[in-house]
């Protein structure tokens, strides 16, 4: 089957780059080649597609392979899956995963038996096709053929030509529906939140008003609401037309292995635990998937008066604490921290929906370390977890914040 015969019920959609590259796939199925084919957009951005005598071992790369990674494990494994994956990161070293750090911590949870078989098939097969997908998206790419066994096992081996074919039936189910123009790794953001609240249920608000932060990939969203990625992007683009929303470029998250051994070094080698005091379920379950996605302990209070007896017991090395919840607040939780031994130094992070000058000083006043505006964002959470935990033992600096109540914090908003 020639590339012409493959895409022949959509040849005029396709581009000449496109055409050639779906040919050079088939060409190294005939060839059995091994090795790697290198893709490289004009910005830089590259892809790998490892072979094996023809066949497809894995693709990885291009300009959010993390984000891509964490969302085949949102798509195909449960959350206590997830959870034992993200801390097996820490029992491997980064040379064992220099080739493809994502297929190497995947086939070791493979062996470990955290994940199947057919799992494994499965997250392989849908990592090809989106690398697929994503290079026929690229305006110019050069390919390169780098001949040369590599390390990595046998487990799954792809036709090219059947990859080939998803990936021709995604693109082509993307066009059908018109939003071919909407890229996979964008992100999508709320800039009409009245209009929003209009024109959609309650619910609904509630549920975007999380989830389109404007730092997570459409393909993240996707993969977490367990919904079809086209599907996402069908019911986004009547607000996206109206400028109630709009897409954004958003940046890769750090590679996971590189955070594992920045904070073993931090740590000695013990995890963090994160705690979040939210009388909300829906912030306990957005900061329970960003932390455990970054491979730290989490565990969540939503019931305020239980809050200090809980985190005695659970003794977290960072407390993110809501502003407004009932029966109490997170001024008096933090004060009753502060006076515990145990938890004069812990970095304590008040999460709020306002943003104002009169919070902030109280917020300081009460002893907390930051100041952070909701709605949760990924790679900021990152950001305030990395720079807390970091200073956490420096205590000439705590002490110097708590005794000048005047200073107030670094407004961000996660």
């Known amino acids: 089957m020639d590339t012409r015969t493959l895409l022949s019920d959509r040849n005029s959609s396709y581009t000449r780059q496109q055409l050639e590259f779906a040919s050079t796939m088939q060409q190294l199925k005939r060839e059995h080649f091994t090795g790697q084919l290198s893709v490289t957009r004009t910005d830089g951005v590259n892809w790998k597609i490892f072979f094996n005598f023809g066949r497809i071992l894995y693709a990885s790369g291009g300009s959010h392979p993390v984000r891509s990674w964490y969302a085949l494990l949102q798509q195909y494994t449960h959350d206590n899956t997830r959870k034992q994956i993200l801390k097996s990161i820490e029992d491997l070293t980064k040379d064992a995963l220099t080739t493809c750090?994502?297929?190497?911590?995947?086939?070791?949870?493979?062996?470990?038996?955290?994940?199947?078989?057919?799992?494994?098939?499965?997250?392989?097969?849908?990592?090809?096709?989106?690398?697929?997908?994503?290079?026929?998206?690229?305006?110019?790419?050069?390919?390169?053929?780098?001949?040369?066994?590599?390390?990595?096992?046998?487990?799954?081996?792809?036709?090219?030509?059947?990859?080939?074919?998803?990936?021709?039936?995604?693109?082509?189910?993307?066009?059908?529906?018109?939003?071919?123009?909407?890229?996979?790794?964008?992100?999508?953001?709320?800039?009409?939140?009245?209009?929003?609240?209009?024109?959609?249920?309650?619910?609904?608000?509630?549920?975007?008003?999380?989830?389109?932060?404007?730092?997570?990939?459409?393909?993240?969203?996707?993969?977490?609401?367990?919904?079809?990625?086209?599907?996402?992007?069908?019911?986004?683009?009547?607000?996206?037309?109206?400028?109630?929303?709009r897409w954004s470029d958003i940046d890769d998250l750090p590679e996971p292995t590189l955070l594992v051994k920045e904070r073993k070094a931090a740590f000695d080698g013990k995890t963090p635990t994160i705690a979040c005091i939210d009388d909300s379920p829906i912030i306990c379950e957005q900061m329970k998937v960003l932390v455990e996605e970054a491979g730290l302990n989490y565990f969540s209070v939503s019931d305020p008066l239980r809050a200090i007896a809980v985190v005695l017991t659970r003794k977290p090395d960072l407390i993110f604490l809501d502003l407004v919840m009932p029966n109490t607040n997170g001024y008096e939780i933090c004060t009753q921290l502060r006076r515990l031994a145990n938890f004069k130094d812990v970095p304590i992070i008040i999460l709020t929906g306002n943003d104002g000058i009169i919070d902030r000083v109280r917020a300081k006043v009460a002893g907390s370390t930051d100041f952070l505006s909701k709605p949760l964002s990924a790679p900021m959470l990152k950001t305030v977890i990395d720079d807390h935990l970091t200073e956490k033992q420096d205590t000439t600096e705590s002490s110097n914040a708590e005794a000048s109540p005047d200073i107030l914090f670094r407004g961000r908003a996660i």
Request: net charge positive.
């Open 101 to 245: 750090w994502e297929f190497g911590i995947t086939y070791h949870n493979l062996k470990q038996a955290t994940i199947t078989r057919k799992q494994f098939a499965s997250m392989t097969q849908a990592a090809i096709v989106w690398v697929i997908f994503d290079i026929w998206q690229s305006v110019s790419i050069q390919t390169e053929t780098i001949p040369g066994a590599t390390d990595l096992p046998n487990v799954v081996l792809v036709d090219p030509e059947q990859a080939l074919q998803a990936a021709n039936r995604e693109w082509s189910s993307w066009k059908d529906a018109s939003i071919l123009s909407c890229q996979p790794n964008k992100g999508v953001a709320v800039v009409l939140s009245d209009e929003l609240q209009k024109q959609t249920s309650p619910a609904v608000y509630r549920v975007m008003m999380t989830m389109l932060d404007g730092q997570s990939s459409v393909r993240e969203i996707a993969a977490r609401t367990k919904k079809d990625i086209k599907a996402v992007v069908r019911s986004l683009m009547p607000f996206v037309r109206k400028g109630i929303l």
